[in-house]
T-cell receptor
Framework: DTAVSQTPKYLVTQMGNDKSIKCEQN?????MYWYKQDSKKFLKIMFS???????INETVPNRFSPKSPDKAHLNLHINSLELGDSAVYFC??????????FGPGTRLTVL | GIQVEQSPPDLILQEGANSTLRCNFS?????LQWFHQNPWGQLINLFY???GTKQNGRLSATTVATERYSLLYISSSQTTDSGVYFC????????????FGGGTRVLVKP
């Protein structure tokens, strides 16, 4: 019974390509997030959606576009991938401002 | 924004030893969580502890919100405790945003 799931787990692609990462939660939560973990293991929020509405948009390049088709799903589309986009991307969810639960992560490698 | 500092940055333990990890934060918080990132990269929730003390098996945590710190205690450490421990806080003014500390990398030797 996976609470927060992400696909794919690994993504290897060439510079300049466009790719998407999908996230789904079955916890019934109303808020979902994308976090990025860099090569030094530092974790930083990128976006947050509450009831399909964008509520947090950190200083992320506009090549990154989140989309929430419903409360249970939050996808991340990345255009024109760059070497510096290589990282692990984590999806998370919570009920309002309560405890956040994280997915298994998607390791993106841009060659 | 809120600053989160964790110490020590690295910790090497002999199996069976006890240890304390510290998290200092710079402002009032609405939420504080401790996570364990295992060697496979999974972020596992340990505690949701904006204030007070909680225990779960060999792990316990205490947050003193008025003094802006939290402690994570690991007792009788096992090799499976190895990994990186993160403290993350949501500042009261931050709104739905966890700010992570830099982590404490723990290695438990058999």
């Amino acid at each position: 019974d996976t609470a927060v799931s992400q696909t794919p787990k690994y993504l290897v692609t060439q510079m300049g390509n466009d790719k998407s990462i999908k996230c789904e939660q079955n916890l019934g939560h109303d808020t979902m997030y994308w976090y990025k973990q860099d090569s030094k293991k530092f974790l930083k929020i990128m976006f947050s959606y509450n009831n399909k509405e964008l509520i947090i948009n950190e200083t992320v390049p506009n090549r990154f576009s989140p989309k929430s088709p419903d409360k249970a799903h939050l996808n991340l589309h990345i255009n024109s991938l760059e070497l510096g986009d290589s990282a692990v991307y984590f999806c998370a969810s919570s009920q309002g401002r309560l405890e956040q639960f994280f997915g298994p992560g998607t390791r993106l490698t841009v060659l | 924004g809120i600053q989160v500092e964790q110490s020590p940055p690295d910790l090497i333990l002999q199996e069976g030893a006890n240890s304390t990890l510290r998290c200092n934060f710079s402002d009032s918080v609405n939420n504080l969580q401790w996570f364990h990132q295992n060697p496979w990269g999974q972020l596992i929730n340990l505690f949701y502890i904006p204030s007070g003390t909680k225990q779960n098996g060999r792990l316990s945590a205490t947050t003193v919100a008025t003094e802006r710190y939290s402690l994570l205690y690991i007792s009788s450490s096992q090799t499976t405790d190895s990994g990186v421990y993160f403290c993350a806080v949501e500042g009261k003014a931050a709104g739905n945003k966890l700010t992570f500390g830099g982590g404490t990398r723990v290695l438990v030797k058999p």
